[in-house]
């Protein structure tokens, strides 16, 4: 079974969040992003856009796919992480760290997440390690 930071929770679609205060830092999991392959290119979302849980955040391209990121919380997208627009590998190579996606306000406590252990039981159900 891989390893899942234990002070981040999941969704079912494979991102993460790590809650600062009441802002929401929001990444996709290191499985999502090894069975997308090498990432060549990040759509970020706008700063001040408005989003609900299980919206579309973001899209990220593969050599393999085109995926949408949806967002794990309601909120509004306070900052992005510019540099995996000029380095998409970024997200490949360090998917719970420097290839973070977007911070999101949020504007409610509600969400449907799941912690590690669930995530990793998700994920084994997939075919994951």
Do not use: C
């Amino acid at each position: 079974m891989s390893e899942y930071p234990k002070n981040l929770m999941y969704t079912k679609d494979h991102e993460w969040v790590k809650f600062e205060g009441k802002t929401a830092v929001i990444g996709i999991t290191d499985f999502a992003q090894s069975q997308l392959g090498d990432i060549v290119f990040i759509e970020l979302p706008e700063v001040g856009r408005e989003v609900t849980q299980g919206e579309g955040l973001a899209v990220v391209e593969s050599v393999k796919a085109v995926s949408d990121i949806y967002s794990p919380v309601n909120g509004v997208v306070v900052k992005v992480n510019a540099a995996v627009e000029d380095s998409p590998e970024l997200v490949n190579e360090d998917a719970y760290g420097d290839g973070w996606i977007a911070v999101i306000e949020m504007t409610s406590e509600d969400n449907e997440l799941l912690d590690y252990e669930a995530y990793a039981r998700l994920v084994e159900e997939e075919g994951g390690h």
